[in-house]
């Protein structure tokens, strides 16, 4: 019988059958995993049963935090308390009470011109660019929109909504004003021509309507006012204009008085005109509120536009008058500013960045009564306060949103899920002494919606780098985002002297803190940053004050491989002595200054560490800062990877130059080394010689950075990329390197020669016996190879000028951010400290380095540390290369460990203790390790499992034989930008994200595809820096300069997602109107009933053209249709990978099927042989 495998008709998305070797998949997406041919899979499947499944994983997002990009309109519901701010890319934010915070998006991604709420009715209209109307229901978690109406004929500039009422007013660029049903989103056939409402002896048209109000007096009446200084009273029964205003400057804003009779409009010149209803001929009162007083008979001075008023009245006291603008030109300096009048007295309240909009809460929604106004909203270009208009002086609310992220733009990220749950108080008691005070002491009063903390409860911490050296630490736990603690990094180093209009440090001319890469060990509390400028800084935590000096060392790290590609031994120098290649301690940073004009730089840092004693507050301290140095006058490299472990107390770091390994319990250099000497197998501090250097000039385009770590300063940025590897091997004949990867001292991998002593046939040349002479004096490796990397394509990702301050939070000379080029250096990209197998041969586990490659190359040192606490401070700790060599293809970006039952191992980690408690009896406590060994059985074989991935493919080897069980070609068209192995349902997993914007989920061992989603595009470097995997299914990334964006690949948390948001919308009783008596009912107002129903209904206005305006049905109306169909692409997805392991358990059960029908037939023959045999003879014959 024929057998068909049911596994190759599903596009051979898992793991092919041992015999069948590797295979490599087309396109972006999920590649193929292969078995080593010569590894033991059946056994590793035995030992280790994967639990995890398709099942387990599905795409969604979840919160997003910060404050909202490019803002540009603000709305607010007194009623329910909460407010709404629309922005430039189609997004809106409607924000509530703690926890209450959502994120919707018009799907044409179009700017929002305004926003109205619905008042308490869960409800809310925006007016986009694209001249849309949009109602969006509120009454869910998840606002959708129900109608959308679009104008085609008409730009809509303004919109007003009246208290309780379903009729919309729409304002034109034309001038017009249409009527829009809000419960059908019909448009009414009741319209007010721009001709109409205006005079006929009118020659000139009156400008688009900037603004629309009814009057508090009249409901029947309404305000229009045109752009060019023109107002019109409208009767909206009679069908015309009752009184018309003209005044010679522009109206931006107009609002009533609350009882109807007097309104006031804000003018381009500055000025702020009332007006009452009985003298509409001239203004009541016009002031310029900041012009300088004349003499009398001539005009005030005009200033800059008021471009927004609010008129609001108090009972008890004057009115307020508050507007946004209108400054002095003479001023030019001056900041924008909110200016307050109340009474006699005027409060200018300068702000930080321009003024988008502001908004008067009051207490009553109610046009007619006195407005009682108790705060204001101010929305600004960056940032969201609230004035408290009860104090005199007038002080703002403390924000319970975490608006600030961007306060310095943020340049890396770290995510932490389930962390010990006792740091999240500790932080937070520690930051909380160093908060801001003179904020009001009422309560926030945006408290609308309710949230719930939801079934979700282990702890998170997020942290986050920014441009100028300062570290946040914020609780993430439940889907809020609150800050815990500051830390300022620049307090370690001396101010940046400016000669000249310039800043000393010529490395990084603008933020030369800028935090790059971040380190931290919850369980120890050592926290480690690495910035801009070359520097290593390691902080310890304490609860106690110190005053002390700042220990640091400088250490040289240099590699000129395009200058020793063919060195001749009679140029070699003389040995050189190992301590000039250990930079010695270096208490004092009387060193740290900048060479004179015409000298050479050498052996300098770029910034100067504090000599001084420096007063450290409880919290994170400075216990040693590491500077790499100026080399013949080339600024030193930036840090391309960092590693620290708390058990070994050593730091490890690298650039594109070499690695350096540091000793910051005695303050000690171990290592410093370079690239090229990481492959040989001789002397550790063997030096080779240089040929004379050509030019001493720093290229930036040879600066090595791992993967999309920064951003280009260039409106244009490109990640330039190489289409070969170097573990693949050339066409061309090399017959020397073929007979060295046949040699019995080779390993092979995956089919290629990765021993230490063996080079890789990249060049075509063949190797002619002085190119042998010369291999063998260089231990078998050449010194020099050109990267080729891990990208495969070219990107050009266009970044426009507004945004490239935040994209660029550096304009370094070497802040080159492509993965490594064909010309460019071979850079240290991934470090890992471990408890492992250093080499095949080892029956136990050391402490161990794991170092990765730009090229894919994997080296293990050996680290030698002292056996007892005692001799830890004073034993000098070795490091030395194991002579093991892995290799993968593109750029190594994380090491992970599991042992032999699937466990994920995690590095060796001390314990924390107050290294400044005053007690004596926790200061002789000894120092207590939490190693995370294998369990070593008596059993011969692996014990520990080993996972890399690199850019391009991930791989699994056992240890210590160096097996490789596993490998999984991720990507061949596009790189791996982050990638991460992480715990979840009590399992581990691989995941990945790739450049073409998928992110893919890959079980382990065995690499087999679980999730493979196009979720995001890389459209910006800004996502490729910040985007990181956490445990328990979460990920972040910046969406924007200003917002984080939380998402999870958990299915569980995707259902418990809804249970975790927050209610927008809680019923409330709408409160009720104050009496006004009888003879303000007789003599205030008009005494009869105004019913819009019958004035713009269809029977007495009849329809609108058709032509005018489209209703679009929205998906809100149909939402057992959009439940049918959200999220179709990751269903598919999903059930591809649901088919394939099905058609993986039908291949097996066909196999079985097919042994039992094969044992059936000789079981059917041998009995009907048998019953031949015996078929004539008599039973007396058995």
Not at 35 to 63: D, M, N, W
Not at 135 to 146: D, E
Request: charged residues 20%; hydrophobic residues 35%.
């Amino acid at each position: 019988m024929k057998k068909f495998n049911f596994r190759k008709v599903l596009d051979g998305l898992t793991a092919s059958s041992p015999g069948s070797g590797s295979s490599t998949n087309s396109g972006g997406g999920a590649g193929s995993g292969s078995l080593h041919p010569g590894g033991t899979a059946g056994l590793l499947r035995e030992e280790i049963q994967e639990t995890l499944t398709s099942e387990y994983f599905q795409i969604c997002k979840t919160v997003r935090h910060g404050f909202p990009h490019q803002p540009t309109a603000l709305a607010f519901d007194p009623v329910q308390k909460i407010l709404a701010i629309g922005t430039r890319t189609g997004a809106i934010r409607i924000l509530g009470r703690a926890g209450v915070d959502c994120y919707c998006q018009h799907e044409s991604g179009a700017a929002v011109l305004q926003l109205q709420f619905l008042i308490n009715e869960g409800a809310l209209v925006s007016a986009s660019s694209d001249d849309t109307l949009h109602l969006w229901n509120l009454k869910q978690k998840r606002p959708v929109i129900l109608h959308s109406l679009k104008f085609n004929r008409e730009r809509i500039t303004y919109c007003h909504l009246p208290f309780q009422s379903k009729w919309l007013y729409v304002g034109t660029e034309r001038g017009n004003t249409h009527i829009v049903n809000i419960e059908s989103f019909i448009l009414s056939g009741y319209v007010i021509m721009w001709n109409k409402a205006i005079e006929l002896s009118t020659k000139t048209h009156p400008g688009p309507v900037v603004h629309l109000s009814d009057s508090p007096r009249d409901e029947g009446k309404l305000l229009i006012g045109y752009e060019n200084g023109t107002v019109v009273f409208w009767d909206l029964k009679s069908k015309r204009a009752e009184l018309r205003v003209y005044y010679d400057e522009a109206i931006h804003s107009i609002d009533w008085h609350h009882e109807g009779k007097q309104f006031m409009c804000s003018h381009s010149d500055g000025s702020l005109t009332l007006w009452n209803l009985k003298s509409p001929t001239r203004p009541f009162q016009t002031t310029i509120p900041h012009g300088k007083s004349q003499r009398e008979g001539k005009k005030s001075e005009s200033c800059k536009p008021i471009l927004k008023v609010e008129y609001k009245t108090c009972r008890n006291s004057e009115p307020f008058i508050i507007f946004s603008g209108g400054l002095s030109y003479d001023k030019a300096c001056r900041r924008p500013s909110l200016t307050i009048m109340h009474g006699k007295a005027i409060t200018v309240l300068e702000m930080d960045h321009p003024i988008v909009e502001f908004l008067t809460l009051c207490e009553t929604p109610y046009p007619n009564e006195f407005q009682e106004p108790y705060a204001v909203v101010v929305l600004l270009e960056k940032d969201l306060i609230v004035v408290d208009l009860t104090q005199s002086n007038f002080p703002i609310f403390e924000n319970p949103y975490p608006m600030d992220i961007h306060e310095s733009p943020v340049t890396c990220t770290a995510y932490f899920a389930d962390c010990p749950p006792d740091l999240i108080l500790v932080l937070y008691s520690i930051g909380v002494k160093h908060k801001k005070q003179g904020y009001s002491n009422k309560e926030w009063p945006i408290s609308g919606g309710v949230w719930n903390i939801g079934t979700q409860t282990y702890p998170e911490i997020i942290i986050t780098g920014h441009a100028d050296g300062s570290i946040k630490f914020w609780d993430a736990s439940a889907i809020t985002l609150q800050m815990l603690y500051k830390l300022k990094t620049s307090k370690v180093f001396e101010k940046q002297k400016v000669v000249e209009g310039k800043q000393t440090c010529e490395i990084v001319e603008e933020d030369p803190y800028a935090i790059q890469m971040i380190y931290w060990c919850p369980e120890s509390r050592i926290f480690c940053v690495s910035g801009v400028s070359a520097y290593v800084i390691i902080y310890k935590f304490s609860r106690h004050e110190i005053t002390t000096e700042i220990v640091s060392l400088e250490v040289r790290l240099q590699c000129d491989v395009e200058d020793i590609i063919t060195p001749e031994p009679e140029t070699s120098p003389p040995f050189p002595d190992l301590s000039s290649q250990l930079p010695s301690r270096s208490l004092s940073g009387s060193t740290n200054t900048m060479a004179s004009e015409g000298i050479t730089k050498d052996s300098i840092p770029c910034l100067n560490v504090k000599t001084r004693p420096v007063r450290m507050p409880p919290g994170y301290q400075a216990e040693l800062v590491i500077q790499l140095v100026w080399v013949d006058g080339e600024p030193p490299q930036q840090i391309t990877s960092l590693s620290v472990s708390s058990a070994y107390g050593i730091v490890a770091f690298g650039n594109c130059n070499g690695l350096a390994v540091v000793d910051f319990m005695q303050k000690t250099v171990l290592l410093s080394m370079g690239t090229v000497d990481l492959y040989r197998s001789s002397d550790l501090y063997q030096r080779q010689p240089r040929s004379p250097r050509k030019n001493k000039q720093f290229i930036a385009d040879n600066f090595c950075m791992r993967g999309l770590s920064n951003f280009y300063p260039d409106l244009t940025k490109r990640i330039r990329t190489s289409y070969q590897s170097l573990t693949e091997l050339n066409d061309s004949p090399v017959p020397l390197e073929l007979e060295r990867c046949k040699s019995p001292t080779a390993d092979h991998v995956n089919g290629h020669c990765t021993s230490p002593t063996s080079q890789s046939c990249s060049s075509g040349k063949r190797l002619s016996s002085a190119d042998v002479t010369k291999l063998n004096r260089w231990g078998g490796r050449p010194p020099f190879r050109k990267a080729q990397s891990a990208a495969c394509m070219e990107i050009a990702l266009p970044v426009t000028t507004e945004e490239n301050r935040e994209n660029s939070y550096t304009r370094s000379r070497s802040s080159s951010i492509s993965s490594i080029d064909k010309d460019s250096k071979e850079a240290i990209t991934a470090l890992y400290f471990m408890e492992s197998f250093a080499r095949k041969n080892d029956s136990a586990v050391s402490p161990c380095l794991f170092v990765g490659t730009s090229l894919g190359m994997v080296s293990i040192f050996s680290l030698n540390l002292p056996s007892t606490d005692e001799h830890r401070f004073t034993e000098p700790v070795m490091v030395s290369p194991s002579g093991t060599s892995l290799s993968l293809k593109g750029a190594v970006l994380t090491f992970s460990c599991m042992d032999r039952t699937g466990g994920l191992m995690q590095p060796p980690y001390e314990v924390w203790k107050d290294p400044h408690n005053t007690d004596e009896t926790e200061k002789s406590l000894r120092r207590k390790l939490v190693m995370n060994s294998p369990s070593l059985s008596q059993e011969t074989g692996d014990h520990q499992y080993t996972i890399i991935c690199s850019e391009k493919q991930a791989k699994v080897f056992s240890l210590p034989s160096q097996t490789c069980h596993y490998v999984h070609n991720i990507t061949e068209t596009s790189f791996i930008l982050q990638a991460d192995v992480v715990f979840m349902c009590n399992s581990v997993c691989l995941a990945c994200f790739c450049a073409n914007g998928h992110i893919m989920i890959m079980s382990l061992p065995s690499l087999r595809p679980m999730l493979d989603v196009n979720y995001l595009p890389l459209t910006d470097m800004r996502i490729a820096r910040t985007f990181c995997f956490t445990n328990e299914g979460q990920a972040l990334y910046l969406v924007s300069p200003t917002e984080i964006q939380r998402l999870t690949y958990s299915q569980e948390m995707c259902d418990n997602l809804q249970d975790m948001l927050g209610d927008l919308f809680t019923p409330i009783e709408t409160p009720e109107a104050q009496n006004r008596g009888f003879l303000k009912g007789l003599f205030g107002g008009s005494g009869q009933t105004f019913d819009r129903e019958e004035l713009f209904g269809e029977a007495s206005a009849g329809k609108a053209s058709r032509s005018l305006a489209q209703h679009i049905p929205g998906p809100g109306g149909i939402e057992g249709m959009k439940g049918a169909a959200g999220g179709v692409m990751g269903e598919l997805t999903r059930a591809r990978i649901a088919l394939d392991e099905r058609g993986q358990r039908l291949g097996e059960l066909e196999e079985k099927t097919a042994g039992m029908m094969t044992s059936a037939e000789a079981f059917s023959k041998h009995a009907h042989e048998l019953m031949l045999k015996y078929k004539d003879k008599k039973w007396y014959q058995f």
